[in-house]
Nanobody
């Protein structure tokens, strides 16, 4: 089962986008849903994560204060609101699920159910 990210697009620097993650395939032991991004030629990097149960959120330093992750448990959706976008935010954004512990939630290897991702392009 894959989590499917959507909502990407082309936006000017300083603009906003809201990404959605359809998480209908979450298993009973899901602890976190995470957002990651990967730019061409670079590794997949942690962006944000949310504890599916408590709603507690975690962010990479590079997006803290600009991005907000949230969830809708009833509809099994996770969102990433991205404000004040910068050209360096350009990447393919993915969502995935994990049953890992807090100390490891920034590691993409701790996640599974990756979907195809959605392209975000920020022009200067």
């Amino acid at each position: 089962v894959q989590l499917q990210a959507s909502g990407g697009g082309l936006v000017q620097a300083g603009g906003s986008l809201r990404l959605s993650c359809a998480a209908s395939g979450l298993t009973f032991n899901t602890r976190f849903v995470g957002w990651f991004r990967q730019a061409p030629g670079k590794e997949r990097d942690f962006v944000a994560a949310i504890n599916w149960g408590s709603g507690m959120t975690y962010y990479a330093d590079s997006v803290k204060g600009r991005f907000t992750v949230s969830r809708d448990k009833a509809n099994k959706m996770v969102y990433l609101q991205m404000n004040s976008l910068k050209p360096e935010d350009t990447a393919v954004y993915y969502c995935a699920r994990s049953s890992t512990i807090v100390s490891a939630l920034r590691m993409p290897t701790m996640y599974d159910s990756w979907g195809q991702g959605t392209q975000v392009t920020v022009s200067s």
